[in-house]
Nanobody, 116 residues
């Protein structure tokens, strides 16, 4: 199984980014897709999850109203739309996949830097 994130980068405060996470190798198994972030100060934190089969979502309180998670099952891709970005959103963002057999997979991370 491969989990590959993209879409990170440098953005000004108030800007937006959309992170993508392409999942391959699950061979049709269902999965829960999640985003976590990691900073030196707080370590790894849960950001959001999207579930099968009805695409229910859960976004951590810290990011509700600004971040949204979604998935495109045809493309095996999980997205994290980040709006109204703040400097404190600077972090490495990781995609996490848990498949129907409860196996966990992580991507390599994508850096998001919010600065003026």
């Amino acid at each position: 199984v491969q989990v590959v994130e993209s879409g990170g980068g440098l953005v000004q405060p108030g800007g937006s980014l959309r992170l993508s996470c392409v999942v391959s190798g699950l061979n049709g198994r269902s999965y829960v897709g999640s985003w976590y972030r990691q900073t030196p100060e707080k370590g790894r934190e849960f950001v959001a999850s999207v579930f099968n089969p009805h695409d229910q979502t859960n976004v951590a309180d810290s990011w509700k109203g600004r971040f949204a998670i979604s998935r495109d099952n045809a493309k095996n891709t999980v997205y994290l739309q980040m709006n109204s970005l703040k400097p404190e959103d600077t972090a490495v963002y990781y995609c996490h996949v848990q498949d129907s057999g409860d196996y966990d997979y992580w991507g390599q991370g994508t850096q998001v830097t919010v600065t003026s």
